[in-house]
């Protein structure tokens, strides 16, 4: 066994390099560090394509594109995730507002937000960054 030094003792979710080595730059700071994208510049905001989106970490599969909505919030939006398990959810109160961010209850990647203000049945609107996502279309 070799002395525990810097990593060692971390989880794989929480080894920081390895997330840096497997991840786009863009993926790496929104779900890593909590990051953003732009409005309208996601691969996904105006995608209809149908298929599964999954978490661009590990490929948890979180929503399907059935309940993906066009919010008009240049973020790609859906009104529930493929089982309410796939997801994390804790308060976030920087930038001023009180938000819920929704992170991947698998590898707690950064995804997005949850708001109260979607359409139903839920109510919910989950408002993803495209970098979180990678859709898997279904075949025809
Ligand atoms: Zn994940």
């Keep these: 066994m070799s002395k525990s030094e810097g990593k060692e003792g971390l989880s794989e979710n929480q080894n920081d390099d390895k997330w840096r080595n497997e991840l786009s730059d ?3 700071e929104i779900t890593r560090k909590a990051g953003t994208e732009a409005a309208f510049t996601g691969k996904y905001w ?3 394509t149908p298929g ?3 978490c661009v970490c590990c490929a948890a599969e979180l929503f399907e594109s059935d309940t993906k909505y066009d919010s008009g919030s240049g973020w ?3 009104y529930a995730p493929i089982k ?3 997801l994390a959810t804790k308060t976030d109160g920087t930038r001023g507002m009180q938000r819920t961010e929704v992170l991947c209850a698998t590898c707690d990647a950064h995804l997005g937000h949850v708001f109260p203000d979607g359409p139903q049945p839920t109510g919910l609107r989950f ?3 495209s970098a979180s996502l990678n859709l898997v279309a279904s075949e025809e």
């Design 76 to 78: 790609p939006s859906f």
């Design 52 to 54: 599964i989106y999954q």
């Design 46 to 48: 105006d995608t209809k």
């Design 26 to 28: 863009e993926a790496y």
């Design 127 to 129: 408002c993803m960054n």
């Design 84 to 86: 309410q398990e796939v």
